[in-house]
T-cell receptor, first 112, second 117 residues
Framework: SQQGEEDPQALSIQEGENATMNCSYK?????LQWYRQNSGRGLVHLIL?????REKHSGRLRVTLDTSKKSSSLLITASRAADTASYFC????????????FGAGTQVVVTP | GAVVSQHPSRVICKSGTSVKIECRSL??????MFWYRQFPKQSLMLMAT?????????EQGVEKDKFLINHASLTLSTLTVTSAHPEDSSFYIC?????????????FGDGTRLSIL
């Protein structure tokens, strides 16, 4: 199966700055999800955006979805050192019955 | 607390050993579970979809005889890496879908780091 693209692959910022990462996918989706993974750990779900939604907020997170471009972005505002992690987008197609296709991921390092 | 429990968290064993990894849903009955593999600094690759009471569906390129999946109950799926070799060393993660949850996100286990010597 093909995975989507994510950029940048790595991002290094200072505390207080915003972090933006982008994700592209290949097929029509039912929803797109963003996950966070600390080194060597499992995934933590951050936010889900449905195909008929264009923007969604959750705390310091803002996600956009452009189905015409098959792309999504995740913005973390006012970043903290604890936000250091890898972030993955995952798309779910309508007929996949829960199967997720993950993007390549963005490794974010937030320096105090 | 965790709704999906994965065990063991870490395995180190000799080449040729078969290793079994368990994935349990704690708060719900999961008719479908998913198994992923993740190599260092890479993304998650779906290996197979585990269906309770029926055969697993494997992704292209994944050897079903190498990675045996058993989903014998509504709360437990197991992945057995048979005759493991160093190239099978990886981070294996399961997830479970709550059928009552509609399109709500899946729940992921904490992963199993497998190291084959």
């Amino acid at each position: 199966s093909q995975q989507g693209e994510e950029d940048p692959q790595a991002l290094s910022i200072q505390e207080g700055e915003n972090a933006t990462m982008n994700c592209s996918y290949k097929t029509s989706i039912n929803n797109l999800q963003w996950y966070r993974q600390n080194s060597g750990r499992g995934l933590v779900h951050l936010i889900l955006i449905r195909s008929n939604e264009r923007e969604k907020h959750s705390g310091r997170l803002r996600v956009t979805l452009d189905t015409s471009k098959k792309s999504s972005s995740l913005l973390i505002t006012a970043s903290r050192a604890a936000d250091t992690a890898s972030y993955f987008c995952a798309s779910m197609t309508t007929d996949s019955w829960g199967k997720l296709q993950f993007g390549a991921g963005t490794q974010v390092v937030v320096t105090p | 607390g965790a709704v999906v429990s994965q065990h063991p968290s870490r395995v180190i064993c000799k080449s040729g050993t078969s290793v079994k990894i368990e994935c349990r849903s704690l708060d719900f009955q999961a008719t479908t579970m998913f198994w992923y593999r993740q190599f260092p600094k890479q993304s998650l690759m779906l290996m197979a979809t585990s269906n309770e009471g029926s055969k697993a569906t494997y992704e292209q390129g994944v050897e079903k005889d190498k990675f045996l999946i058993n989903h014998a109950s509504l709360t437990l799926s197991t992945l057995t890496v048979t005759s493991a070799h160093p190239e099978d060393s990886s981070f294996y993660i399961c997830s479970a879908r709550d059928p009552e949850g509609g399109w709500q996100p899946q729940h992921f286990g904490d992963g199993t780091r497998l190291s084959i010597l």
